[in-house]
């Protein structure tokens, strides 16, 4: 029995031992350090805190280490992000669409350029919103409003320049305004955003749906519209169903610093792989109503170029740059 005993225990230790070594091998980062160039609150943010919250509970990352620093669509923390993280292997920034327009339209020396891609995670329609007190009833109410006097409806959105403003410099345009007589009001993060709408500070707002959709459901704003293709909610029209041909969505991802060792952004791809494969990120997508856009290497890349042109063609286009 005492024998038994020991071959029991010993083979017990081992199990332990090979246990602990498949959660050993499970991590591929000891630590993270994750940068929001905007505040707390808003799409980039809520993506950052997203993948924190999926990678920790699959042991892929042992912590985290966030920073925001909001301002101009993320051109403000952009210089801060290459200049104290160059070469560092173990940082990310959450990013997207919406720095694209703010370092075309701010001619910021810093650009995306600056940045190594390492995936595109989610893609998300906006919808157009008002206070639950507005007058303004529906998306015709609104458009009635922009086409008589655009300088006095006010709308809050992100930073200028971002897929926000150029949403509302499109809108304009499609109803035979200019859209240099937009009255925008750009905020660094969703959260003061959204004080604004609801405090009737502004007439209407423009953002992620998701950044919107508790407030939606609360009955605290109205949607009005839409910017994606399709329908997010049966009950809410498209802006291209409502009679204004303007289709407008939202990528977001992650990049490394420049100077990165090639095998050190392989490394933050697989993660990121490893993140987007697990059945806990397909649940977060659907609780955070986000579209998966999920691309990595030349094919980002590639997307990340074009991406680039078509925004710098639009907001020449809208006199936005």
């Known amino acids: 029995m005492s024998g038994r005993r020991h071959l029991l225990a010993a083979t017990a230790g081992l199990l332990a031992a090979a246990i602990a070594g498949d959660a050993g091998a499970q991590q591929r980062l000891a630590s993270l350090y994750m940068f929001i160039p905007a505040g ?10 997203a993948i924190e919250q999926v990678a920790r ?56 350029k600056d940045l190594t891609p390492v995936a595109r995670m989610t893609e998300e329609a906006g919808v157009v919103v008002v206070p639950a007190s507005s007058e303004i009833k529906d998306i015709k109410g609104l458009f009635d409003a922009l086409k008589a006097n655009p300088g006095g409806t006010s709308v809050a959105g992100g930073s200028a320049g971002g897929t926000d403003h150029i949403t509302l410099g499109l809108i304009l345009k499609a109803l035979g ?35 919107f959709a508790e407030q939606i459901k609360s009955g605290r704003m109205r949607a009005l519209a839409t910017t994606g293709g399709q329908r997010l909610d049966p009950s809410i029209p498209t802006l291209k169903e409502s009679g204004v041909d303007v289709v407008m969505t939202n990528w977001r991802g992650v990049f490394a610093p420049p100077g990165i060792r090639p095998d050190a952004r392989d490394k933050l791809v697989a993660l990121m792989t490893e993140i987007h494969a697990l059945p806990a990120w397909t649940e977060m997508l659907k609780t955070r109503e986000w579209a998966d856009a999920f691309l990595t290497g030349e094919a980002f890349s590639a997307f990340l170029a074009q991406d680039v042109t078509q925004t710098e063609a639009v907001l020449k286009e809208i006199g936005l740059a």
């Open 177 to 211: 305004r200019s859209a240099k007589e937009g009255s925008y009001v750009a905020f660094a993060g969703g959260g003061p955003a959204q004080a604004a709408i609801l405090g009737a500070q502004v007439k209407a707002g423009i953002s992620g749906y998701s950044e």
């Open 40 to 49: 707390p609150g808003g799409g980039w943010d809520g993506l950052g805190r």
């Open 57 to 112: 509970q699959a042991g892929l990352v042992g912590s985290f280490q966030f920073e925001n620093v909001g301002g101009a669509g993320g051109s403000v923390g952009l210089p801060r992000f290459v200049g104290q993280r160059r070469g560092r292997p173990d940082a990310l920034m959450v990013t997207g669409s919406i720095m694209v327009g703010a370092t075309l339209t701010n001619k910021t020396p810093v650009g995306m």
